[in-house]
C-alpha cells in the first residue's frame, strides 16, 4: 500500500465521513493536536471563534493537499483505501505505488500544487479586503486592524507557505523526496536506486530535525524543540524503512506475479445459472469464493458464495453468475507484475488472492496471499543490510 503526504501515519483511524468516495479518518493524536491547536490560537486571534475557525481551516487545508494526491492517483488508476489525519498531518493511502517515474511525480506534485494553489487564494482574498502591510502583519499574528477575517486569511496563507516549504524538501518520505525519486528513476531507470538515493536524503533530514529540536529544547522553546525533534525521529525512521526495503526489493527482483501463480484455477462460466454455481462449485469445493470468466476465458470479477445463496433462496435460480459478481476493486494484475509491488497490497490482503490476467484480459491463473507470503520467507533467509 502507498503511503502519501506529509508525513506518515498509523492505523486505528476513526471515520469523520466520505469526499468522492473516500474514507476520510482521523487517529486519536489528531483529536489532541485539533484541541492543542485552538488552545495556542485563542492566545493570538482576537476570538475564541477565530482560533476555532483556524485550526479546522488548518486541517482543511491538509485535507485539501492528500486530496490531491488521491484525484492524482485516481487519474493514474490507483485506487485510495483512505485520507487520515494524524498527528503531523494527513497520509492518503495509495492501494499501490505507481509503476513509472511519469506516475511518481504527477501523484506526487499534485498534494504541493493545490497547497500552493490555497496559498495563493488566501492572499489574493485577504489583499482584496485589507492593505498589503495589513495582511502581512496578520500572516504573522499580529494585530493588523484588517478584521478577523483578514487576520484568519494571512495566518491561512503563511502556515500552508510554511507546509509547502517543508513538503517539497528532497526528503523521502516527504513529496519533495519523492519527485527526486520520481528525477533519479527517470534518470537511471532503476527504481530501487532512486528510492535508495530519496530515503537516504530523508534520513539525513531527519537527524538535522533531531538536531534542531535538541537546540531548541536547550535554548528554551521545549515545546517546538520535542514537537521538532519527535518528528525528525519518524522521518528518519520511515526513511530507513525504505532503504531496507529497497534492499529486500533487490532479493525479490525478477520475480512476477506470473512465476508465483496457480495456473490452472478453478473457475465459475459466467452465463452458469446461480444454481449450477452453488451446487457445481460452492457445494463442492466449499470455497468462499471463485472468480468468473467469460466464454473466451476474460475475467468478469469475482463471485462470493453468499451472493449465489441469496439468489438461490429468493428463487433466482436462473439468474446468470455474471449479474451476481462483486465490483471488480483492484483484483486483477498482469502476470509480469513484480513481487514488490504486491507487497502491502490492499485488494490482495482484503480477499486473498488476485486475479492474473494478460493483455488480452484472460484469466491465466491466481496468485494467492499464501503464495506471496511463501516467496517472501524464501527472500529473508539471510540478514538484511541497510
Known sequence: MRHHGGVFG???????????GIRIGASPSWFVVLFVLIYVLSDYFDGYLTAVAAAFCFFASLLAHELGHAIAARREGIGTSGIDLWFFGGIAKLTREPRTPGEEFRV????PLVTLLLVGVCLGLAAAL?????????????DSGGGAAVELLGWL????GFLLAFNLVPAFPLDGGRIARAAVWRATGDRLRATRVSARLGQSFGYVLIGLGIFLLATGDPANGIYMAVLGWFLAQAAGGAVLSTAFAERLDGITAADLMDADPVTVPGDAAAARAQDEFFLRYRWPWFFAVDAAGRYLGLLRSERVDDAVQDGRDAVPVRDLLDADGGLQVRGDTPLQALLGHEPLARVGALAVVDADERLVGVLTVQQVRRALTAGVSAPLRG
Open 10 to 20: 498509523g492505523s486505528g483511524s476513526i471515520q469523520l465521513g466520505r469526499i468522492l
Open 130 to 142: 485589507a492593505r498589503a502591510g495589513e495582511v502581512w502583519d496578520a500572516a504573522l499574528l499580529r
Open 108 to 111: 506526487a506534485v499534485a498534494g
Open 157 to 160: 496563507a503563511l502556515v500552508n
